[in-house]
C-alpha cells in the first residue's frame, strides 16, 4: 500500500484546511486508515482514524468537534477536514493504513504497517 498526504499549509487560526490522503496499489486488505500528527519537539499523536468495515470514525480528544474524518471510496481517499484550528494543531500530518491492525489498537501507531509521507499544518495566532 502506498500513501500519498497532501493538504497541508500555513492558515491563520480559525480557519479551516482539508488534507487529502490517497492509497494505492494492494488496499482491498486494508482494515483502517488513520492520521497521525508530529508537533515539534514532540512524540507523534493519533489524531483520527476510519475503520472501513463498519465505516465508523475515532478522533482524539484534542480534535473532536472540530475534525472530521470522511472516505471517498472509489478514489480510496481519506480526506481530515479541520475547522476551527488552533496554533497547538501545528505538525506535520501522517496518514497512515493497517492490513493486520486489530479494532483495538486502532489509535496506535505501531499498529499501522503503512505510512504516508508528512504534510505541514502551521496555523498562526
Known amino acids: 500500500v502506498q500513501l500519498q498526504a497532501s493538504g497541508g499549509g500555513l492558515v491563520q487560526a480559525g480557519a479551516s484546511l482539508r488534507l487529502s490522503c490517497a492509497a494505492s496499489?494492494?488496499?482491498?486488505?486494508?482494515?483502517?486508515t488513520g492520521w497521525f500528527r508530529q508537533a515539534p519537539g514532540k512524540e507523534r499523536e493519533f489524531v483520527a482514524a476510519?475503520?472501513?468495515?463498519?465505516?465508523?470514525?475515532y478522533l482524539s480528544d484534542s480534535v473532536k468537534g472540530r475534525f472530521t474524518l470522511s472516505r471517498e471510496r472509489a478514489m480510496n481517499t481519506m480526506y481530515l477536514e479541520m475547522s476551527s484550528l488552533k496554533p497547538e494543531d501545528t505538525a506535520v500530518y501522517y496518514c497512515?493504513?493497517?492490513?493486520?491492525?486489530?479494532?483495538?489498537?486502532?489509535?496506535?501507531?505501531?499498529?499501522?504497517?503503512?505510512w504516508g509521507r508528512g504534510t505541514q499544518v502551521t496555523v498562526s495566532s
Open positions: 476510519l475503520w472501513l468495515s463498519a465505516g465508523k470514525t
Open positions: 496499489g494492494s488496499t482491498s486488505s486494508t482494515r483502517a
Open positions: 497512515a493504513a493497517g492490513r493486520s491492525i486489530i479494532l483495538s489498537q486502532i489509535m496506535n501507531q505501531k499498529a499501522y504497517g503503512y
